[in-house]
C-alpha cells in the first residue's frame, strides 16, 4: 500500500503487506488505550476530586461585601474668579485616576480604621483582647502613627476598586470572614471618602475667609481713619465742596488715585493668588504649569502601580521581578515628587513675582501721590486736600465693596460645605453578604475534576508510552520486521475473552495465572469450560482459537515456494506459549489427514508428554545416546495421524546432544518418515539450544507473550536467530489483546468462526 515501507523477511518468499499506513492512528486505538489502563485514570481523577474537596472544606470562608458610588466631576477653585482660570480644569483626564488611587490611599483606611475604631474589633484586629484592661485599652486609644499605618495597610489587603467601564461608578468591596465586618469596612471606606473630599474644601475655604476678613477689617480701619481726618479739615478749613475739574493739580491728583487704587487692588489680588497657591493642593498647581507632564508622570505612576499589584497576585514580594518593579515605581514617584516640586516651586515663585510687582507699583503710585500731595499743599489750597481725602476714601469704599463681595462668596460655599454638600454620593449601600463567595464548591470541585481528568489521561498516555513490551502486531512487524502469521487471542482472566482459565498456561516454566474463583452466577457448564489451550484444536475445533492456529497452519505452508517439512518453534523467555503453539500447530496439520511427528526437543524443561499425557520414559535422548529405534520412542496420541516424540531422560549436557551427528541423522530419518516434523525447541534467550536445532529444519516461528515480552528481549531473540543463520519464517503473537484499530480487524476474523458453537460437541476433524 503506497505511504507504507514494509521491511522483509529475508527468508519469508510470500507478498506480505499490511492494509494501512505505519504511521496512521485512530480514534480507537486511543480509547483502546484508556480501556485498558481506566482504573489509574479513575483512580488520579478521584484524588483530584478529593484533594478539591479537602480544600473546600479547609479553605476558611471569605465574605464579600460591595458599595457602589458616584463621583462626579467638580471645579476644584474655593472662592476663584475668572481671573484665576489656572485652578479650573473641568476635563482634566487625571482626575478619575486620581480618585480611584485616592480610594486606595493608606490615608482613607487609617481614616477608615479610625471612624469605625477598628482597632478595638477583634475580628479585625484580634491582638485587641490581649491588650490588657480597660485603662490600657483607654490610654491606647489614640493610636500612634505606626501602629494606625499596619492597620491602615492590613485593611487595604482587603479591599479592592473596581470603576465600571464607561460609567461614573465605582464598586468598592471589602474582603473578610465575617460578613458584619465585610459590609461595615466597605460603607466605612465610602463614608470616609465622602468626608475627606468636603474637609478638604472646607479647609480651603476657611483659609480664604479668614484672609479676605484680615483684609476687610484693615480698610475699614483705614476708611474711619480717612473719614475723621476729613471731617476735621473740613470743619478746620469751613469746605464743604471743591470742584477739581478746572484745577490741574487736582486733576492729576485724581489720576494718581485712580492709578494708586487700581495698584492697590491688584496688589490685594496678587497677594490672594499668592496666598491660594500656597495653600492649593501641589499636584493641581504642578499640572497647571507643567504643560502635560504632570498628568503623564502620574499616569504611568499609576500604571506601575496597577501592574505591580496585579503581578502581586501570582508572584511574591520578594522575588527579583516584584523587587525590580517595585524599585521602577519608588525612582518613578521620586522623579514625579521631584517635578511636582520644581513645578510647585516654579508657580510660588512667579504668584510672588507678581504680588511683589504688583506691591512695588503700589508703593511707586504711592511715593507719586504723596508727591503730588506735597506740591498741593505747598501750593496752600485748601480744596486739593480735601479733594485728596475724599477720593481716597472713594477708593477705600470701593475696595471694600469687592472684599466684601468675595467673602460673601466664600461665605456661600463655606455654608455648603457645612451642609455636606459634595460630588460623591452612595448609590448603593453595602449590605451584610448571605453567603461566601470564596471558597466556592463548584468551582472546587469543577477544576479539581478537569485537572483530575487532565492528570489521568497524561499518565495514562505516559504510561503506555513508557510501556515497552509488544502488543500488537503492527508494532511486531515494524521493530523485528518479520511477518506476523497468527493471532493467538487471550482467552484467560487476564483478556476479554471467554473468561477461561488456561490450564497449565503457555509452554516453558509457565505455570499459568491463577484463576478467580467465580461466584455460582458466573459458573459454566462443563460443556463450556476450557481448562487448557493445549490441544483446544482437537477438543474444540470451532472455537476462535483452533481457528487462529488454522490460520497459522496456512500461513507456514503458503510462507515459501519451498516444501515446508520441518518446522522448529522457540521463543525469547519462558512463559511465551511455545509449547501450546507447537502442539496444537502440529493438531492442525494433523487435521489435514498428514502423517506429523512433533519431537519435545526441550531437554531441559519438557512439556509436550504432559500436554497428551503420555509416558516421558523413552523419548529423544535414548535414541541419541543410547541409539533406541525410533518406533520404540514414538508414541501415538490422541489426535489422528498425529505422533509425539516426547524429550526423555533429561541429559546434562543438552546442547552437545542437539548438535551431534546423530541428532542429524535422526532428523533426516524423521523428514523421510513423515509428512511434517514439529520440533519444539528451548527459549533462545535462555540457551542457545533453539539456533542448533532450527539450523537444521526448514524454518523456524518465534513465538512472543503479547503485552509481556520486552522490545529488547523479542529484538534480542531474532538477532540470535539471524547470526546462527536460522531462517525465521514469522511470528506468532500469543495471549493477544486487540489494541489498536487495524489489530483488531484480524483479531475479530477469527471471531467470525464458531464462538457461538463454543459449546457444541468437539469434532475430530476441521
Known amino acids: 500500500m503506497a505511504g507504507r515501507t514494509q521491511p522483509r523477511d529475508p527468508y519469508f518468499d510470500g507478498d506480505f503487506q499490511s492494509d494501512e499506513p505505519v504511521g496512521e492512528f485512530h480514534l480507537g486505538d486511543y480509547l483502546a488505550i484508556l480501556r485498558r489502563h481506566w482504573r489509574l485514570a479513575s483512580v488520579i481523577t478521584l484524588v483530584c476530586l478529593v484533594a478539591g474537596l479537602v480544600h473546600y472544606l479547609i479553605t476558611p470562608k471569605m465574605y464579600r461585601a460591595t458599595t457602589t458610588i458616584q463621583i462626579d466631576r467638580r471645579s476644584m477653585s474655593i472662592g476663584g474668579g475668572a481671573e484665576t482660570p489656572w485652578l479650573e480644569n473641568w476635563w482634566n483626564l487625571e482626575f478619575y485616576p486620581t480618585q480611584y488611587k485616592l480610594l486606595e490611599s493608606r490615608g482613607l483606611a487609617e481614616r477608615v480604621v479610625s471612624n469605625l475604631r477598628l482597632f478595638e474589633d477583634p475580628e479585625f484586629n484580634p491582638g485587641w483582647a490581649q491588650w490588657g484592661s480597660d485603662v490600657d485599652r483607654e490610654a491606647s486609644a489614640e493610636l500612634d502613627a505606626a501602629v494606625l499605618g499596619n492597620l491602615g495597610q492590613s485593611l487595604l489587603g482587603g479591599l479592592s476598586i473596581a470603576p465600571i467601564k464607561s460609567t461614573q461608578l465605582v464598586e468598592i468591596s471589602y474582603r473578610s470572614m465575617s460578613p458584619t465586618l465585610a459590609s461595615r469596612v466597605a460603607n466605612g471606606v465610602a463614608a470616609a471618602f465622602i468626608d475627606w473630599g468636603i474637609e478638604t474644601r472646607s479647609e480651603s475655604a476657611g483659609r480664604a475667609s479668614t484672609f479676605l476678613g484680615k483684609q476687610i477689617d484693615s480698610l475699614k480701619g483705614e476708611l474711619q481713619d480717612k473719614d475723621n481726618k476729613l471731617q476735621a479739615y473740613s470743619r478746620r478749613s469751613d469746605i464743604v465742596a471743591m470742584e477739581p475739574a478746572s484745577n490741574p493739580v487736582l486733576q492729576r491728583l485724581q489720576a494718581l488715585n485712580s492709578d494708586y487704587i487700581q495698584a492697590l487692588s491688584s496688589r490685594i489680588d496678587k497677594e490672594a493668588q499668592y496666598n491660594e497657591v500656597l495653600s492649593a493642593p501641589e499636584e493641581a498647581v504642578a499640572d497647571t504649569l507643567s504643560g502635560g507632564l504632570v498628568s503623564t508622570l502620574r499616569q504611568e505612576l499609576l500604571q506601575q502601580e496597577q501592574e505591580y499589584a496585579t503581578k502581586l497576585t501570582i508572584y511574591k514580594p520578594d522575588m527579583p521581578l516584584m523587587v525590580e518593579q517595585r524599585s521602577k515605581i519608588e525612582e518613578l514617584r521620586q522623579h514625579f515628587d521631584s517635578v511636582v516640586s520644581e513645578m510647585v516651586e516654579q508657580a510660588r515663585k512667579s504668584a510672588r513675582a507678581a504680588f511683589q510687582t504688583a506691591k512695588r507699583r503700589e508703593q511707586a503710585l504711592s511715593t507719586e501721590l504723596d508727591r503730588a500731595k506735597d506740591e498741593t499743599i505747598e501750593m496752600g489750597s485748601a480744596a486739593v486736600e480735601y479733594n485728596n481725602l475724599m477720593m481716597e476714601i472713594s477708593t477705600r469704599r470701593q475696595l471694600l465693596d469687592e472684599l466684601l463681595r468675595r467673602q460673601s462668596e466664600t461665605d456661600v460655599t463655606a455654608r455648603l460645605q457645612a451642609s455636606r454638600e459634595s460630588n460623591i454620593r452612595v448609590v448603593d449601600r453595602a449590605l451584610v453578604p448571605g453567603g461566601a463567595f470564596r471558597p466556592s464548591l463548584r468551582k472546587d470541585v469543577g477544576m479539581s475534576l478537569v485537572l483530575g481528568m487532565f492528570l489521568g489521561f497524561g499518565c495514562v498516555f505516559l504510561v503506555e508510552y513508557l510501556d515497552r513490551t509488544l502488543k500488537s502486531a503492527e508494532d511486531a512487524e515494524r521493530l523485528l520486521g518479520l511477518p506476523v502469521l497468527a493471532l493467538v487471542p487471550d482467552v484467560s482472566d487476564r483478556g476479554k475473552g471467554r473468561g477461561y482459565g488456561y490450564g497449565y498456561g503457555y509452554g516453558y516454566g509457565y505455570g499459568g495465572q491463577r484463576r478467580k474463583r467465580k461466584s455460582w452466577r458466573e459458573k459454566k457448564s462443563p460443556a463450556e469450560t476450557i481448562k487448557e489451550i ?122 552437545e546432544l542437539l548438535a551431534s551427528d546423530r541428532m542429524r541423522e535422526l532428523l533426516e530419518r524423521v523428514r523421510r518418515r513423515f509428512d511434517f516434523v514439529i520440533v519444539d525447541t528451548p527459549p533462545i534467550l535462555a540457551v542457545t539450544d533453539a539456533s542448533l536445532v532450527g539450523a537444521q529444519a526448514d524454518g523456524m516461528v518465534f513465538c512472543l507473550n503479547a503485552g509481556k515480552v520486552l522490545r529488547e528481549e523479542a529484538r534480542t531473540g531474532t538477532d540470535r536467530l539471524a547470526m546462527a543463520g536460522n531462517k525465521v519464517l514469522g511470528l506468532v503473537l500469543n495471549r493477544y489483546v486487540p489494541t489498536t484499530t487495524s489489530d483488531s480487524k484480524h483479531y475479530y476474523y477469527y471471531q467470525a468462526y464458531g464462538e457461538s458453537d463454543v459449546g457444541e460437541s468437539s469434532s475430530p476433524a476441521a
Request: some cysteine; charged content about 20%; overall charge positive.
Open 534 to 655: 493445549e490441544l483446544l484444536p482437537h477438543t474444540k475445533p470451532r472455537h476462535a482459537v483452533s481457528e487462529a492456529y488454522r490460520a497459522l497452519r496456512t500461513a507456514l505452508l503458503l510462507s515459501s515456494a519451498e516444501e515446508m517439512r520441518m518446522i522448529a518453534l522457540t521463543s525469547a523467555q519462558s512463559g511465551e506459549g511455545k509449547t501450546a503453539t507447537a502442539a496444537n500447530l502440529a493438531v492442525v496439520m494433523a487435521q489435514l489427514g498428514r502423517s506429523v511427528l512433533l519431537i519435545d526437543a526441550d531437554l531441559r524443561k519438557p512439556r509436550q508428554h504432559r500436554v497428551f499425557r503420555v509416558s516421558n520414559r523413552l523419548g529423544l535422548v535414548n535414541c541419541l545416546t543410547e541409539g533406541t529405534d525410533l518406533d520404540e520412542v514414538v508414541q501415538t496420541t490422541p489426535v489422528p495421524g498425529l505422533t509425539l516424540m516426547t524429550s526423555g531422560t533429561i541429559p546434562p549436557n543438552p546442547s
